[in-house]
């Protein structure tokens, strides 16, 4: 028997009647933060397990109705995505691989046993929340509209089972440059006392408890003069997985960029486009499993001659120093390195709209 096919959701639109005076929408945009102020709306669309998806909408942004049972607040049964609409010069918007952020939803929701919303239904999400809040994408240099793609369990039950109900949700924040005094390298600390995820957890998923158990060690770098705590793996205490909200990468002296892979690792859109662009310049790219004392012996024998983060808000930021226990990696002096600003420069000239997309990453949300 042949299935009939699951045609793409239809959405039903409320425009606000209380949208942002523009003089008040300008003022925010001239110096958004991140995260600080939303958008005039939000999408919202159902999924049941009868139903399915439906019931897709976009309204005016304001806070959600939840059973206090609802699974989400007992159990944690929650994902969510984050990527960015830019503004091009001829005004136009775009988003940058959207596609992918739809695939690292679906394998997010298949960990945390929540429904696969079609990568159509989620492209489209974007483009109907544009379609009315256009205006809050800036356009200064560095600027985007971050979009919060998330998908919550919405049942109210105290039995411990994925939810019959779901809800999926989609907000947006305008953000100003990330780096406002310039891009330079920061210190990490390394987290010897706790770890992020074990093995067969759910680290390699976008969900909000592995942000929450960071938290507390992230307080630790702060309290050590750090931007960003860097975890261990859970096991045996010795491999590299990743920052609280970043990817890690190495620059060998021979070229090769060098960047830890293991089952607990998130896999990060930024970090993986940065290596295409890299292997597409002839870099050799290493995904491995990395030593912490790897690093350190790098470092001062001079094998590794960069390191940097990368993730969609800070895109790429250069690494100075690794502090910790006992432990002192680089120096307070180094600065940002070549490979490192010129694969940040590309990435972003790709996402601006300012050189040729040669991979296809780009998708117009406002046509």
């Known amino acids: 028997m042949t299935l009939a096919p699951v045609l793409p959701l239809t959405f039903d639109v409320t425009a606000s009647t209380a949208v942002r005076a523009s003089v008040d929408r300008d003022a925010i945009l001239a110096d958004p933060g991140f995260g600080k102020h939303f958008t005039d709306h939000m999408v919202e669309i159902t999924w049941t397990a009868e139903s399915g998806w439906h019931h897709a909408r976009v309204y005016p942004y304001g806070p959600l109705l939840l059973d206090p049972a609802a699974s989400v607040l007992h159990y944690a049964q929650e994902i969510f995505e984050g990527l960015k609409a830019y503004r091009h010069s001829d005004g136009s918007v775009w988003s940058f691989r959207p596609q992918a952020n739809a695939a690292r939803l679906q394998r997010s929701a298949t960990r945390l046993a929540l429904p696969h919303l079609p990568e159509v239904d989620f492209v489209e999400s974007l483009r109907q929340l544009i379609a009315l809040d256009a205006s809050w994408v800036p356009s200064a240099p560095e600027t985007s509209l971050y979009l919060r793609p998330f998908m919550i ?51 390699a998923a976008k969900t909000g408890g592995n942000y929450a158990s960071s938290l507390l060690p992230q307080q630790e770098a702060y309290e050590h003069g750090c931007a960003q705590v860097l975890f261990l793996d859970a096991l045996e205490g010795k491999y590299l997985e990743e920052l609280g909200g970043m990817n890690v990468v190495l620059v060998h002296r021979d070229g090769t960029l060098i960047t830890p892979d293991s089952d607990s690792i998130l896999e990060g859109i930024t970090r993986d486009s940065i290596l295409q662009l890299a292997e597409d310049r002839g870099h050799r790219i290493e995904r491995r499993k990395v030593t912490l004392d790897e690093w350190g012996e790098g470092v001062a024998s001079g094998d590794i001659v960069e390191m940097f983060a990368c993730g969609t808000a800070a895109v790429v930021t250069p690494i100075g120093r690794l502090l910790g226990e006992g432990v002192e990696i680089g120096s307070a002096d180094v600065v940002a390195g070549e490979l490192t600003m010129s694969l940040r420069q590309e990435l972003t000239d790709i996402q601006y709209g300012r050189v040729a997309d040669r991979h296809g990453w780009m998708t117009r949300l406002d046509a």
């Open 153 to 203: 369990a919405t049942e109210g039950f105290l039995g411990v089972r994925s939810a019959h109900r779901v809800g999926y949700y989609v907000i947006a924040s305008p953000a100003g440059a990330y780096f406002t005094g310039g891009v330079a390298p920061i210190a990490i600390w390394i987290s010897t006392s706790y770890s992020r995820a074990g093995k067969g957890g759910t680290g």
